[in-house]
């Protein structure tokens, strides 16, 4: 009856024992879930608040990653988004929204780096007027994530500097800068053999 007592009580000792193990393999699996779902919100967090345009090309061609800025910038559709489309199908769909209809060799360079998995930089004019800049760095074992930019007031302010830089300010005429290297190519062209003659206007009480 010693030894019969005795082995149930073992019995139910190991039964504990396991038990807690059971236990605690649950709460380190929920605290795993709970970690996992912790990092999956910051990432969608992160996404859905960067400047940038992002979008995920997998190895199948689909698209399982478009953020919020992406879609915005692209003028793409819910519903569409929402059908996971692959890549091929989002270049159709811009197409037919007349996107890439101003330079379709723009179209073919994408094509050929995503083909090629190389790294690829490109500047586009979009039909709202809007300039956007995409980057693509190919994935480890296949796909790309592309980030897009809009650039458009960057390109105008350097537009403007460089406009600054080579025309007066008052009048929209070129300015000594560019009368300085005007005269010196024609300079170097008159010691070469050709003409050249420099007119010099005055104006008075001009300010």
Do not use: W
């Not at 879609?71 to 996971?84: A, G």
């Not at 979009?126 to 760095?137: A, D, H, M, S, Y």
């Not at 300015?175 to 420099?198: I, T």
């Amino acid at each position: 009856a010693a030894f019969t007592v005795l082995g149930a009580l073992c019995g139910v000792l190991c039964i504990l024992v396991l038990m807690r193990a059971l236990i605690g393999q649950f709460r380190g699996l929920e605290a795993a879930q709970a970690s996992l779902a912790e990092k999956s919100h910051l990432l969608e967090t992160t996404l859905e608040h960067i400047d940038q345009g992002l979008v995920m090309v997998n190895a199948d061609g689909i698209i399982p990653v478009f953020n919020q800025k992406a879609i915005e910038m692209l003028e793409l559709s819910r519903e569409f988004v929402d059908t996971r489309p692959s890549y091929p199908e989002v270049l159709a769909y811009l197409q037919r929204a007349q996107d890439y209809a101003t330079n379709e060799e723009i179209v073919k360079d994408i094509l050929q780096h995503d083909l090629e998995r190389q790294p690829f930089q490109y500047e586009r004019r979009r039909p709202n007027g809007r300039l956007i800049e995409g980057r693509t760095v190919p994935m480890t074992g296949g796909g790309f994530v592309r980030t897009l930019s809009d650039i458009t007031e960057r390109k105008a302010a350097e537009d403007k500097v460089r406009y600054l830089a080579h025309h007066d300010e008052l009048t929209g005429l070129a300015n000594r800068g560019v009368l300085h290297a005007c005269l010196r190519d024609e300079l170097r062209h008159h010691r070469r053999g050709g003409n050249c003659a420099v007119l010099y206007l005055d104006l008075d009480q001009f300010k």
